[in-house]
């Protein structure tokens, strides 16, 4: 296991590396708001979690992680596009129970993500968001990521949306995150 994948603890959060033994829980999870993919690329709801999960483990490029506050399932997030050559990798496909968003658990997350990255040697971490996901745009910005435009009619996602992608960055020497 490379040290990108290894388990990664935060403030009051942790995440471990996708098992099987979390498949059902999270699932559990991600059925708690069954709405909220709509706005996302592919499907986690319960009629489609199984097959989105295993076409996301099966990818070379990715390394997802169960996310827990204190010893809670919460949710999930991965490392995608991970490109060890340019040092570049994007966080994301970040999915927060209900009752997590808004109370600071995903800057704690992506907090701990992204000083991973940055230890492991990564230079630019990217995050891409739906055009109409307004609350994620906002809390990329929170983190310090910089706005770098829209990639137009850039994915079809599960409904037969169109999507546009609106691109962020962060930089290893911009970087300024909390804790240690």
Known sequence: MSELAAPMTGDGCSALPF?????????????EDRDIWSIY???CGPDQFDNTIDALLARRDAETFVLFDGDVLAGMS?????????????IGFTYC???????????RIKDMMIRRAIACGFRRIEFRVD?????SQAAVAKLGAVREGVLRADTITWTGHVRDTVIFSILRDEWVGEGP
């Open 41 to 43: 690329s592919v499907n």
């Open 19 to 31: 098992a099987e033994d979390y498949r059902a829980a999270l699932k559990s999870a991600c059925a």
């Open 97 to 107: 129970r209900p009752a997590l968003r808004g109370t600071g658990f995903n800057r």
């Open 131 to 135: 055009a109409r996901n307004h609350r």
């Open 78 to 90: 991965s490392f995608l596009r991970i490109d060890p050559r340019h040092r570049v990798l994007e």
